[in-house]
């Protein structure tokens, strides 16, 4: 190849090699493609998002804190379980029954159903809240079924290798075949 060929060849591959970009990101001409915030506008402080993220997961917490599941009634009747009572009544001193919304989680029979909304009525009506709303709705966040809920029964999701305290027997235990990651037994 003669020296003009050479050098019209390094010529083409740095004149391409600025136009595409291959020496960062800033493009054609200092402008970075990969910006996410446009220039001149001043991006969001740092951890804004996973605050938005946690006041998310905290205002859907409260909310399942009104939400009666199938586990909340003994067996497929429209009697409370002791736990929903205990639950029901800590959140009576709190406020929380009066301000919002009760959902009960359909258990397929409408008239099963019904009798369970007049019990939680009556029950929050005894409780001292004036007018509750009770329903009967898929709940935002559905609860766990049979192995599952008896894993993290112990705790707010902390998966146990035991039934210490549930009244339940768990199957098989957790984790990876009971064996724990890097100390930490059962998960």
């Not at 804004?48 to 859907?60: A, G, L, M, P, S």
């Given at each position: 190849?003669?020296?003009?060929?050479?050098?019209?060849?390094?010529?083409?591959?740095?004149?391409?090699?600025?136009?595409?970009?291959?020496?960062?990101?800033h493009g054609i001409f200092g402008t970075d493609k990969c910006a996410d915030v446009p220039a001149g506008a001043i991006?969001?402080?740092?951890?804004?998002?996973?605050?938005?993220?946690?006041?998310?997961?905290?205002?859907?917490?409260?909310?399942?804190?009104?939400?009666?599941?199938?586990?909340?009634?003994?067996?497929?009747?429209?009697?409370?379980?002791?736990?929903?009572?205990?639950?029901?009544?800590?959140?009576?001193?709190?406020?929380?029954?009066?301000?919002?919304?009760?959902?009960?989680?359909?258990?397929?029979?409408?008239?099963?159903?019904?009798?369970?909304?007049?019990?939680?009525?009556?029950?929050?009506?005894?409780?001292?809240?004036?007018?509750?709303?009770?329903?009967?709705?898929?709940?935002?966040?559905l609860g766990l079924r049979g192995p599952q809920a008896e894993r993290v029964a112990g705790g707010f999701g902390t998966?146990?290798?035991?039934?210490?305290?549930?009244?339940?027997p768990i199957s098989r235990p957790s984790g990876l075949g009971g064996v724990g990651i890097g100390g930490f037994g059962?998960?």
């Open positions: 190849m003669n020296k003009r060929a050479q050098l019209a060849l390094t010529a083409i591959a740095v004149s391409s090699a600025l136009t595409i970009g291959c020496a960062g990101r991006p969001e402080p740092a951890g804004t998002k996973v605050c938005e993220w946690q006041t998310e997961q905290v205002r859907n917490a409260i909310a399942d804190q009104t939400v009666y599941y199938q586990a909340d009634f003994v067996g497929g009747t429209a009697e409370l379980s002791p736990a929903a009572m205990e639950r029901l009544a800590r959140n009576s001193g709190s406020g929380l029954l009066a301000i919002q919304n009760h959902v009960i989680e359909p258990s397929g029979d409408t008239d099963l159903d019904a009798f369970r909304v007049d019990t939680v009525t009556q029950t929050l009506l005894q409780a001292g809240v004036p007018q509750p709303v009770v329903q009967v709705a898929v709940p935002a966040a998966i146990r290798n035991s039934s210490a305290g549930t009244g339940a059962g998960f």
